[in-house]
């Protein structure tokens, strides 16, 4: 079935350090959106990315929709980095499908 | 732009009661989304309208959930008779058409 894959499940980082986070799905995407969920629940945009790469700071992302992954970046990591990332997927259906998640923790 | 706007925030019920919830979306967005989040999971799509018309409606929506979307600005989100296992996060979100997808709040919903 429509499956979005996303990976690790849980990361700690020491502050300062760079990571990459991973978004695998199954099927040709309209579009492709990244989330950071911040400790009250709210879903912040990150990126909107159905192809190519984008940065945004000390974030980015790639999509490579051809081979149907997308990467995101976080460099030089920061506390507030902290928090759970969402991929979310428009598998042509306008609705978005979400993975699981990736839980990301900073540590000082 | 003042955003995707959700009321209320928390809501604590007893089970078998009614609840209503409400969205406002980003003025002038045509779509409007419901979503549903369990701890620890992402969410999961519930409904959705292109101005006043729902146009899909997910196996997760039994028919003690119904959502309207009067004269496409607002919507509302009503659960009756509510049970231990609708207790979640509800998110709302707008987009312009089918292309990124703004979300709000949330409200958070516990059944007692």
């Known amino acids: 079935g429509i499956q979005v894959e996303q990976s690790p499940p849980d990361l700690i980082l020491q502050e300062g350090a760079n990571s990459t986070l991973r978004c695998n799905f199954s099927?040709?995407?309209?579009?492709l959106q990244w989330f950071h969920q911040n400790p009250w629940g709210q879903l912040i945009n990150l990126f909107y990315?159905?192809?190519g790469t984008k940065q945004n700071g000390r974030l980015s992302a790639t999509t490579v929709a051809t081979e149907r992954y997308s990467l995101l970046y976080i460099s030089s990591s920061q506390t507030t980095d902290s928090g759970v990332y969402f991929c979310?997927?428009?598998?042509?259906?306008?609705?978005?499908?979400f993975g699981a998640g990736t839980t990301v923790t900073v540590r000082a | 732009d003042t955003g995707v706007s959700q009321d209320p925030r928390h809501k604590i019920t007893k089970r078998g009661q009614n609840v209503t919830f409400r969205c406002d979306p980003i003025?002038?967005?045509?779509?409007l989304y419901w979503y549903r989040q369990t701890l620890g999971q992402g969410p999961e799509f519930l409904t959705y309208?292109?101005?006043?018309?729902?146009?899909?409606k997910s196996r997760l929506l039994s028919d003690r959930f119904s959502a309207e979307r009067p004269k496409g600005s607002f919507s509302t989100l009503e659960i009756q008779r509510t049970e231990q296992g609708d207790s979640a996060m509800y998110l709302c979100?707008?987009?312009?058409?089918?292309?990124?997808?703004?979300f709000g709040p949330g409200t958070r919903l516990t059944v007692t």
């Open positions: 979310a997927v428009d598998f042509r259906d306008y609705k978005l499908s």
């Open positions: 309208f292109q101005n006043e018309a729902q146009l899909e």
């Open positions: 003025s002038e967005h045509n779509r």
């Open positions: 979100a707008s987009s312009p058409s089918a292309y990124e997808q703004y």
């Open positions: 990315i159905p192809s």
């Open positions: 099927d040709s995407v309209n579009n």
